[in-house]
């Protein structure tokens, strides 16, 4: 069962980085975060991984809206470098070392959980988006405001053509990701063994 802080499933934002800020807490100094995206980008197949080296808010909210203080750290946070140079470096040399399809590229987060209509996926390409997906933007921001070392791997779970637009549901996209499922696992296996 998905026990996930989610805004689509009613969380605030400032809800959605409990996790995170507690694993912070406890000591973690890196997290990598996993999701799944429809791609926006059409030399992005279903199937392929993106390791995003940016992103887009569309979601409208912001997990330090209304924070008082600067603790746990400044609620005016720089988001340049938020997803981290090095690990997303290290990311992708792992994935290129286990001969995995990897793309770099910008995630777009939306709130869901509605998918996008066509035109919204052409604007969001135009936006300079790759992939759109749900979650891993308000985590981004609660790991660099403690200044943690943040990275997302998106499994690319449809091709979102918004010019050649086909029915979308979560039985199809859940078949896709179980389809590809083991180029995750390949890439975390890697990744845990160097």
Partial sequence: MDRSLQFYKGFSAESSIFPVRTMMLMGVKKILMLNFAGSVNQRFEPGSIMLTEDYINLISDNPFI???TDSPGSRYLDMNEALCPEFRKSIYKSAKSSRLKVHQGVFLSVPGPSFPTPAEY????????DAVGNSGVFECMAAHQM???????????????PYRPDSKNSQKLL?????????????LDSLLNH
């Fill in 66 to 68: 209304g924070q008082k």
């Fill in 147 to 161: 200044d943690r070392k943040f990275a997302c791997i998106s499994l690319i779970n449809d091709n979102c053509d």
């Fill in 122 to 129: 052409r604007f969001y390409n135009l936006m300079g988006a």
């Fill in 175 to 187: 078949q896709t990701i179980r389809e590809y499922e083991g180029s995750i696992i390949k890439l």
